[in-house]
């Protein structure tokens, strides 16, 4: 296979989206991708495969080919040709990982050299790929960026774990921090204490950016915009629209517009 820059986008007079779903990231393939200002759980890493990219913080501009924006910092991104998103869950180790190796406050941009990790990327964008070879490009790409093997085994509290298990099974539910410390036996103190230490955020921002997650799940399934956010644990269709705004920098008209979306779900 070719990893030309100009063969990725030969033949697309369209613009493209490419999603993998896994219940630990998202790979979000796209064609000039540009948003408003927005900030989201994730931790989010921008690598540009062919044409120009700019980050925009609210008082800087990143422009290398590789931008890691941290959980919750506002910004907007600007690309022309083909750019990868990787947004990974705020308390994946993954995430801690690079925190600690970058020593990443806000934002870190860089000039990422690997040319094969760019090509199993473009691979990944124009053909449909299994388990394994994207968790693959996902421990690579970790692994080039941190400049650390990857500790597969290592887990967060186990405590904590077990309360974002709960939130997890049914997000519709409105979880109080009382009612989870005392599920997995901890004090209301240090329970708070611990969830923004593992997750990076709180408990409320965590329970609607999974709510978020599940009402796009449906949407992609074939639900309503409506039924959708219902059925996800919001009380209508608009406050999922704000937040999917303050999330993505994207209103719900602008996604629904891109009928070229293909979603793959990995298990």
């Known amino acids: 296979m070719s990893t030309d820059s100009k063969d990725i986008t030969k033949g697309n007079a369209r613009r493209i989206h490419k999603v993998y779903v896994t219940d630990r990231f998202m790979l979000i393939f796209g064609e000039n991708l540009n948003t408003e200002y927005h900030s989201h759980h ?10 120009g990219m700019k980050i925009k913080c609210e008082d800087h501009i990143h422009s290398g080919n590789l931008v890691i924006v941290n959980s919750n910092h506002k910004h907007s991104i600007n690309q022309s040709g083909v750019s990868l998103l990787l947004l990974i869950d705020s308390e ?11 020593n990443l ?3 870190y941009a860089e000039s990422l050299e690997d040319n094969k990790l760019n090509e199993i990327a473009k691979k990944l964008y124009k053909e ?9 490009f996902y421990y690579r790409m970790i692994e080039s960026i941190s400049d650390s093997v990857h500790d597969h085994n290592h887990n ?8 974002i298990s709960i939130v997890k099974s049914d997000v519709t539910k409105a979880y109080s921090p009382e009612y989870l410390a005392d599920e997995v036996h901890l004090s209301l103190s240090r329970f708070q204490h ?19 997650l599940k009402a796009i799940f449906l949407i992609v399934q074939g639900l309503s915009f409506t039924d959708a956010a219902v059925e996800a644990g919001f009380s209508d269709g608009a406050h999922f629209s ?4 303050r999330n993505f920098g994207l209103t719900m008209s602008e996604i629904k517009k891109n009928k070229e979306i293909e979603v793959i779900f990995i298990e």
């Open 42 to 51: 994730a931790l989010q890493i921008s690598l540009s495969l062919e044409g």
């Open 92 to 102: 994946q180790i993954e995430a801690h990982e690079i925190r600690c190796s970058k």
């Open 105 to 107: 406050k806000d934002c």
């Open 128 to 136: 449909n790929a299994d388990e394994n070879y994207v968790y693959s």
């Open 156 to 163: 967060i509290d186990e405590r904590i774990e077990e309360a």
């Open 194 to 212: 611990l969830f923004k230490d593992e997750t990076g955020t709180t408990l409320s921002k965590f329970l609607l950016w999974q709510r978020t």
């Open 242 to 245: 704000r937040l999917v705004k």
